[in-house]
C-alpha cells in the first residue's frame, strides 16, 4: 500500500479529472435519456471539438475558457443539424439504424479530421497551463481545477433547463410519453434536435476544460467515450445526478488503479468495471423503461 | 425461406476459382484475395447479425482471436500451421461463445448488446498490446516457410484458392442455416423474441448458437490473414477497422441473405481501391467514404445493393411487354 501522501493526491487529482468525464457523460446521458439511442459518435464529436477548441486558439488566439462561449452555440447548432437532418432522417425510426447511422457518423468525423489533420497529436501552450495550487496536501493544476467548477454550473445549468424552462419540460415530457407529448401539441423532432444539440454542446465545453492539460489527435476522443458509456452505465441511463457522481467515481477509480497497476492497466479496470456492470446489472441500465 | 439454390451457389464458387487463370496480375489477385477474407469475416457477422438481429460492433474479437492463436500456436510452441489454424477458429468460437452467453444471459440486446461486443473487443486489444505472449506492442512475426504443409505458397493463386474455397464453405453453412430449423427460430427471435418464446423457442440459446459459429467464421478470417500477411499486432488484430467492414459487407450488400456479405464487400474493397487511386496513400480517406456509403444504404437501401438489384430486375420485368408478369411472392 501506498501511503497516503500519494494516495491523496491521486484520489483529488481522480476528482479532477472525474468532473470532465462526468461532462462527456452528460452528454451522451441527456440524449440517452429522451431519444432512447446511444450515440456513439459522442467519441468522435469529442474529437471534433478538441480540434476546434486547439485551432480556435492556434488560428485565432482565442483562450479556451473564452472559446467555450463561441464553441459551445456552434456545437448545439452542429447537434441540433446532425439528428434532424441526418440521423432522424436516415435512422426511419428504427433502433438497429440509428445505431448503425451514429456509428458512421463517428468514422466519418474521425477519419475525416485524420485525413485533414493527420495522427500527429498537437497540444496548446498557455501561460497559466503549468500553474498549480498548493493545498498543502496535495499540488493540483490550476486548470483542472478551473474545469471542475466549470463542470458543477454546467451541470446545474442543465438541471435548471431540465425542469424550470418550457423546452426542459418537454423534453421530459417526450422522454417519459413519445406518443402523449406529440398528441399535446410538442414537436417531438424539435425537441429531439434540441436535446442533440445540448448533448453536443456538452462535448463543446469539456473541450475547451480540457485542451489546456490534454492533447488532441483524431483518435483521442475514443479513449473518454468508452469511459463515458461506463458512467452513463453505472449512473443509470438518462440520469443527470447519476452521471455526475459516476464520472467522479470513475476519475477516481482511474486514477487510483493507475498509480497501483500503471496507466494501461488502469484503463482496463475501466473496461472491466464496464462489461461487468452491463452484464450484471442490467436494471440499472435500462433505468426504468424496461 | 427463398434463398438461392445449391447449385447457383455452386455456380458462383466455380466462376470465381476461374479469376486466376484470366490474371496474372499479383495486384488483382492481392484484391480478390483481401477481398474474399472481408467477405468470409462478414459472412460471419451476417450470422448472428443478419439472420440474428444481434448487431455486434466487436467482431475483431474473433477474428483476432483466431489470428493471435493460428499466429502463437506456430511461433511459441512449434505447432503445425493448419493444425494452428484449425485451433485458432475453435478458439474464435469459444470467445464467441463466452461472451455470448455473458450478454444473452443478462438479456443484452440492441445498443448494449453493440455496446458490450466492442468493450470486450477493446479489452482484448488493450491485454494484447500489454501482454509478452501476444509480442505486446511489437506483434507477432511468423516465420517465412514457403510450403503448402506450412500453409504458405510461393504465388498468390493457392491462397486465393484457400481463402475461396472457406468463403464456399461459409457460404454453404449459411445455405443450410437458412433451410434449418434452427435458422427458422433465428429469424423468429430477430423478429420477435417475445413471440418467439411463446412459441417454446429458447431465445438465449438461439443466439448463442448463431454467435458460436458466427465467432467461428470470423475466426477462420483471422486465422487465414496471418498466413497470408505473416504478421499481427493488437491493432490489426482486435482494432476497430475489421469490426466495421464485418458489418459494413453484409448491410451494403443486402443483410441476411447468403449473398450480402459478398457483393457487399467487392462495393466496399473497389470503393477504397477507387478512393485510393484519387486521394493517393491519405490516411482516413476510404474510412469516410465507408462511413458514408453505411448511412446512404441504410437511408435509402435498408436491403443493400442485392435489394437494389432485385428492385432493379422487377422493374425490368414490369416494362417489358412481352414477359407476363409473375405474382411477387
Request: hydrophobic share 60%; proline share 4%; with cysteine.
Amino acid at each position: 500500500m501506498a501511503a497516503h501522501h500519494i494516495l491523496l493526491p491521486a484520489v483529488l487529482n481522480g476528482l479532477l479529472t472525474g468532473a470532465v468525464y462526468a461532462l462527456v457523460a452528460l452528454g451522451l446521458t441527456l440524449i440517452y435519456g429522451v431519444l432512447h439511442i446511444v450515440n456513439f459518435a459522442h467519441g468522435a464529436l469529442l474529437t471534433a471539438a478538441l480540434f476546434a477548441a486547439f485551432f480556435a486558439h492556434r488560428l485565432l488566439g482565442l483562450d479556451p475558457y473564452l472559446a467555450i462561449f463561441v464553441l459551445t452555440p456552434l456545437f448545439f447548432l452542429l447537434g441540433y443539424g446532425l439528428q434532424r437532418f441526418v440521423i432522424g432522417p436516415a435512422a426511419h425510426g428504427e433502433d438497429r439504424n440509428i445505431l448503425l447511422v451514429t456509428l458512421g457518423l463517428a468514422v466519418i468525423i474521425e477519419n475525416a479530421l485524420l485525413f485533414a489533420f493527420r495522427a500527429d497529436t498537437r497540444t496548446v501552450n498557455l501561460p497559466y497551463g503549468f500553474e498549480v495550487l498548493d493545498l498543502g496536501v496535495a499540488f493540483l493544476a490550476v486548470p483542472r481545477v478551473i474545469g471542475f467548477c466549470v463542470v458543477l454550473i454546467v451541470a446545474l445549468a442543465l438541471w435548471l433547463i431540465l425542469n424550470l424552462t418550457d423546452t426542459g419540460k418537454a423534453m421530459r415530457a417526450v422522454a417519459k410519453e413519445k406518443l402523449g407529448a406529440e398528441l399535446s401539441g410538442i414537436d417531438v423532432g424539435h425537441i429531439y434536435a434540441v436535446t442533440f444539440g445540448l448533448g453536443t454542446a456538452c462535448l463543446a465545453i469539456a473541450a475547451c476544460l480540457l485542451i489546456p492539460t490534454y492533447y488532441v489527435n483524431p483518435h483521442v476522443g475514443n479513449a473518454f467515450v468508452l469511459v463515458a458509456f461506463t458512467i452513463v452505465v453505472l449512473g443509470g441511463m438518462g440520469s443527470v445526478a447519476g452521471s455526475l457522481i459516476g464520472g467522479l467515481f470513475v476519475g477516481v477509480i482511474e486514477s487510483v488503479s493507475g498509480l497501483y497497476l500503471g496507466e494501461s492497466l488502469g484503463q482496463m479496470g475501466i473496461f472491466l468495471i464496464f462489461i461487468v456492470v452491463l452484464l450484471f446489472r442490467p436494471s440499472g441500465l435500462f433505468g426504468e423503461r424496461a | 425461406m427463398s434463398g438461392p439454390s445449391m447449385a447457383r451457389i455452386l455456380l458462383v464458387v466455380a466462376l470465381l476459382a476461374t479469376a486466376p487463370m484470366f490474371t496474372a496480375s499479383n495486384a488483382v489477385l492481392n484484391f480478390l484475395t483481401v477481398t474474399l477474407m472481408i467477405a468470409l469475416v462478414a459472412q460471419g457477422w451476417n450470422v448472428l447479425g443478419g439472420y440474428g438481429g444481434q448487431y455486434s460492433f466487436g467482431h475483431a474479437a474473433f477474428f483476432g482471436t483466431g489470428a493471435y492463436v493460428t499466429a502463437i500456436l506456430q511461433v511459441r510452441y512449434g505447432a503445425n500451421a493448419w493444425a494452428a489454424f484449425v485451433v485458432g477458429i475453435a478458439g474464435a468460437a469459444l470467445v464467441g461463445a463466452v461472451i455470448g452467453a455473458l450478454a444473452f444471459r443478462s438479456g443484452l440486446k440492441g445498443s448494449y448488446f453493440a455496446l458490450v461486443t466492442l468493450a470486450f473487443a477493446e479489452l482484448l486489444r488493450i491485454l494484447a498490446s500489454v501482454t509478452t505472449i501476444t509480442g505486446a506492442g511489437v506483434g507477432t512475426l511468423v516465420a517465412l516457410d514457403l510450403r503448402p504443409q506450412a500453409f504458405q505458397f510461393q504465388s498468390r493463386a493457392p491462397f486465393y484458392w484457400i481463402v475461396l474455397a472457406l468463403f464456399a464453405v461459409s457460404l454453404i453453412v449459411v445455405r443450410m442455416i437458412e433451410q434449418s430449423r434452427f435458422g427458422a427460430w433465428l429469424v423468429a427471435v430477430r423478429e420477435n423474441e417475445d413471440a418467439a418464446k411463446a412459441l417454446g423457442i429458447n431465445p438465449s440459446q438461439v443466439k448463442l448458437g448463431a454467435m458460436t459459429i458466427s465467432a467461428a467464421i470470423a475466426g477462420a478470417g483471422g486465422g487465414f490473414y496471418v498466413q497470408y500477411f505473416l504478421f499481427i499486432d493488437s491493432g490489426i488484430a482486435y482494432g476497430p477497422w475489421i469490426s466495421i467492414e464485418a458489418l459494413l459487407a453484409p448491410i451494403v450488400g443486402g443483410i441476411g441473405t447468403v449473398f450480402g456479405p459478398l457483393l457487399g464487400a467487392l462495393v466496399v474493397k473497389a470503393l477504397g481501391e477507387m478512393t485510393m487511386l484519387l486521394g493517393g496513400d491519405a490516411p482516413g480517406l476510404d474510412l469516410v467514404i465507408y462511413g458514408c456509403v453505411l448511412i446512404l444504404i441504410v437511408a435509402f437501401a435498408p436491403n443493400g445493393v442485392a435489394g437494389l438489384l432485385l428492385k432493379a430486375r422487377q422493374r425490368l420485368t414490369l416494362l417489358n411487354p412481352l414477359r407476363p408478369e409473375r405474382p411477387h411472392g
